[in-house]
Antibody, heavy 119, light 106 residues
Framework: QVQLQESGPGLVKPSETLSLTCSVS?????????WGWIRQASGKGLEWIAI???????YYNPSLKSRVTMSVDTSNNQFSLNVTSVTAADTAVYYC????????????WGQGALVTVSS | DFQMTQSPSSLSASVGDRVTFTCRTS??????LNWYQQKPGKAPKLLIY???SLQSGVPSRFSGSGSGTDFTLTISSLQREDFATYYC?????????FGQGTKLEI
């Protein structure tokens, strides 16, 4: 059974870089599939951030593209998200998730990691 | 980007009721439409993919339909555990945007 777990600092200062890692168990990322990040501000809806294929091909949300980078680390079976120049608007619960194919739904999801941007 | 509009934004219902949620997209997405259920403090859970395919393990009281720009999610007989927020998502073209959600309340 595939499981995903987000990890990273819970507090980031404005203008700094938010870095999160998603560790995958029960499946080897090098075997394929797409891996993504989604976030949700408190009391708000879901925002799609980006997805990456195991080969490294990435697709970013244009609203965040200039600040977002995803990468995959097959040796450690994890993938990462970096968001630069953060502001309070980047405060949210960040979820990682898997999609079995491009154009596919996300399933399963990690439990989510709350990241607060504050000085 | 594709705009996703869900209606209603909230809905009150009772156990045993049949309820229908609607999701409309700004452009045709064929059947690349997914539905998720989210409970407070939890990650979303996939219910329906490709507009009408029931995800494994999801009760058969959930069903989806639609194609093009108009889609529906129906719960045939509400159970207490179904009270949650429901989101649609298009996976036709990146960014794979979500609707704003429909909150189902008792």
């Amino acid at each position: 059974q595939v499981q995903l777990q987000e990890s990273g600092p819970g507090l980031v200062k404005p203008s700094e870089t938010l870095s999160l890692t998603c560790s995958v168990s029960g499946y080897s990322i090098s075997n394929g599939y797409y891996w993504g990040w989604i976030r949700q501000a408190s009391g708000k809806g879901l925002e799609w951030i980006a997805i990456i294929y195991h080969s490294g091909t990435t697709y970013y949300n244009p609203s965040l593209k200039s600040r977002v980078t995803m990468s995959v680390d097959t040796s450690n079976n994890q993938f990462s998200l970096n968001v630069t120049s953060v502001t309070a608007a980047d405060t949210a619960v960040y979820y990682c998730a898997r999609s079995r194919y491009n154009y596919g739904p996300f399933d399963p999801w990690g439990q989510g990691a709350l990241v607060t941007v504050s000085s | 980007d594709f705009q996703m509009t869900q209606s209603p934004s909230s809905l009150s219902a009772s156990v045993g009721d049949r309820v229908t949620f609607t999701c409309r997209t700004s452009q045709s997405i064929s059947n690349y439409l997914n539905w998720y259920q989210q409970k407070p403090g939890k990650a979303p859970k996939l219910l329906i993919y490709s507009a009408s395919s029931l995800q494994s393990g999801v009760p058969s009281r959930f069903s989806g339909s639609g194609s093009g720009t108009d889609f529906t999610l129906t719960i045939s007989s509400l159970q207490r555990e179904d009270f949650a927020t429901y989101y649609c998502q298009q996976s036709y073209r990146t960014p794979y945007s979500f609707g704003q959600g429909t909150k189902l309340e008792i």
